[in-house]
């Protein structure tokens, strides 16, 4: 059978030599070569298109079914359908065919299903729209002071541009995602026409009320004269911008963390500005598309919306204010009085009558609890029955070494003595400092000493000398050196 490269040295020598030769060096019959010559068309173009089948449709009696199925539910995989037809038909079909299924549902999905969804490319002009979101940055796997540090980053991507920045936070609540915006606005120097999020429940109002935005992200908006945009349910492509900068500015941080040679920071504001770096040097290559959008920001206001949120809650008879579904202890001089709680993204301060009188951690998540002992220590020592069943006894072990002391005058004094024991040593670690009562606690749990309230106000005195701990150190033999340098064929 004569090939295309054939054919072409035949076109090459048939000006030069006579047909005979010409076929000859090009390995054919001359007949075959003045065919070639006359149409002029490769061996490849004259072949006929293979449009029959070579072997029998092992589906044809069953594609009506399959069709049916595919009707009703489109996104039905061929592997699912092939085992239906293999449970159905017991015997008749093989493993091995399920790639004829599958192209034949695929040559029916591109002629005759149903219309797929079109993704429609945007053009973006500078300074229109800018796009926002949280993400999370497990996989990053960084630690502060040795120590787990889970956390998301609040991005914001301008989509012209690609100018990119962000900042730490610890859950998706309108305080981060305010405190973030404007940071990002304020670095900026100006504000885009559109803001684009996600449906987020900081931003967005999912009930079915009418209302389009929360109303704290609606006075957000209004304070800087922007617009807000949200995505449809289900369609993070119209977040595309930002989305695919999740990708790329974690890949970015995973591999700058690498060159760092370590994933440990010595605190948050150490992490962030590792992070301002990494932006910084993300941003270079953007400079050019960068400028032309900042010509058509529009100018800041003239100052800062305060990113914190104000509630006003009553202190309970259990000295507990309820703050975004978590509990939090204040003191219990407080009881039956209003506060304001003032929730910033990472802090919770406790206001009475214009002063702060609290400043608390931030909780994350729901249902969660964080109570302070020396809220509350005056009134339990007064009644320590109430200590065994408290609902958060849990949270008055300030570290394990008073947990150990708690057991261990359980087991020697009993439940009810042990107790009042424990709640006379937390009060004295409130009023003399917790740091101090926890070294006496050490020292008497080491040193195998009665441990008592009595004993630990007395080393916990402030003339009294710091307890010390005996730490004892068995000698080592040096002859052991002698051994692992002594070749063992010389020892025997």
Same mark, same amino acid.
């Given at each position: 059978?004569?090939?295309d ?10 000006g030069?030599l ?9 390995g ?17 173009e ?6 029959w ?7 044809a009696?069953?594609?009506e ?6 009707s009703v539910?489109?996104?039905l995989?061929?592997k ?7 449970q ?8 091995g065919?399920v ?6 549902? +695929? ?15 945007? !053009?973006?002009r500078?300074g229109?729209?800018?796009q926002?979101?949280?993400t999370?940055?497990?996989?990053l796997?960084v630690t502060?002071?040795g120590?787990a540090?889970?956390?998301?980053i609040y991005?914001?991507?301008?989509s012209?541009?690609?100018w ?14 305010s405190?973030?915006l ?13 803001h684009?999020?996600?449906r987020?429940s ?15 992200? !609606?006075?957000?908006?209004?304070h800087y004269?922007?617009g ?12 595309g ?5 999740h ?5 970015a941080?995973d591999?700058?963390l ?6 440990d ?7 962030q ?5 990494l932006f910084?040097r993300?941003?270079?290559? @953007?400079?050019e598309?960068?400028l ?17 949120r104000r509630e006003?809650v009553?202190v309970?008879?259990?000295?507990l ?8 202890s204040?003191h219990s001089?407080?009881i039956?009085e ?6 910033r ?6 206001w ?9 951690p931030?909780?994350?998540? @729901? ?6 002992y020396?809220h ?6 007064r ?5 065994e ?10 570290t +394990? ?18 107790a009042?024991?424990?709640?006379a040593?937390?009060l004295l670690a ?6 101090r ?7 008497l ?19 009294a000398?710091?307890?010390?701990t005996?730490i004892?150190?068995d000698?080592v033999?040096l002859?052991?050196f ?6 063992a064929?010389?020892a025997a």
């Amino acid at each position: 059978m004569v090939n295309d490269q054939q054919v072409k040295r035949l076109w090459q020598l048939a000006g030069q030599l006579s047909l005979e030769i010409a076929a000859a060096k090009s390995g054919m019959d001359p007949k075959t070569a003045r065919k070639y010559l006359r149409d002029r068309r490769l061996p490849s173009e004259m072949r006929g298109k293979h449009t029959w089948r070579t072997r029998p449709d092992p589906f044809a009696d069953v594609w009506e079914q399959v069709q049916e199925l595919l009707s009703v539910e489109p996104g039905l995989q061929a592997k699912t359908l092939f085992e239906h037809l293999q449970q159905a038909h017991p015997g008749r079909f093989s493993d091995g065919q399920v790639r004829t299924l599958r192209r034949r549902i +695929s040559y029916w999905r591109a002629t005759e299903g149903p219309p797929r969804e079109v993704f429609f490319a945007q !053009e973006h002009r500078p300074g229109e729209l800018c796009q926002s979101d949280f993400t999370h940055c497990r996989e990053l796997g960084v630690t502060i002071d040795g120590q787990a540090f889970p956390h998301l980053i609040y991005h914001f991507v301008l989509s012209y541009s690609n100018w990119e920045t962000g900042s730490i936070c610890y859950s998706e609540t309108f305080e981060s995602l305010s405190e973030g915006l404007q940071n990002a606005f304020w670095q900026l120097g100006g504000v885009p026409r559109e803001h684009r999020t996600d449906r987020m429940s900081a931003a967005v109002n999912n009930l079915c009320d009418g209302k389009e935005f929360t109303q704290a992200y !609606e006075g957000l908006l209004r304070h800087y004269r922007i617009g807000g945009q949200k995505i449809q349910a289900g369609q993070a492509n119209e977040n595309g911008d930002v989305e695919q900068r999740h990708y790329r500015f974690k890949q970015a941080a995973d591999q700058a963390l690498m060159m760092r040679g370590s994933r440990d920071f010595p605190g948050v504001a150490a992490y962030q500005m590792f992070l301002d770096k990494l932006f910084t040097r993300l941003n270079a290559g @953007r400079r050019e598309r960068y400028l032309e959008e900042a010509e058509q920001l529009r100018p800041l206001p003239e100052q800062r919306l305060d990113s914190v949120r104000r509630e006003r809650v009553r202190v309970s008879p259990g000295s507990l204010v309820t703050v975004h579904r978590n509990c939090y202890s204040v003191h219990s001089r407080l009881i039956g009085e209003m506060v304001e709680a003032r929730i910033r993204p990472d802090m919770v301060e406790i206001w009475y009558s214009d002063r702060k009188v609290e400043e608390l951690p931030r909780l994350r998540g @729901r249902s969660k609890h964080r109570i302070d002992y020396r809220h509350i220590i005056d009134w339990l020592v007064r009644k320590p029955g109430a200590f065994e069943n408290y609902r958060y006894r849990s949270d008055l072990f300030p570290t +394990s070494w008073f947990r150990l002391a708690y057991d261990a005058l359980r087991e020697e004094q009993g439940p009810k003595r042990g107790a009042q024991e424990y709640l006379a040593i937390l009060l004295l670690a409130a009023r003399r400092g917790e740091d101090r009562v926890e070294g006496a606690v050490r020292f008497l749990l080491g040193s195998q000493q009665r441990l008592n309230a009595e004993e630990t106000a007395r080393l916990t005195e402030d003339n009294a000398p710091a307890p010390v701990t005996t730490i004892a150190i068995d000698p080592v033999s040096l002859a052991i050196f002698d051994d692992l340098l002594t070749p063992a064929d010389t020892a025997a």
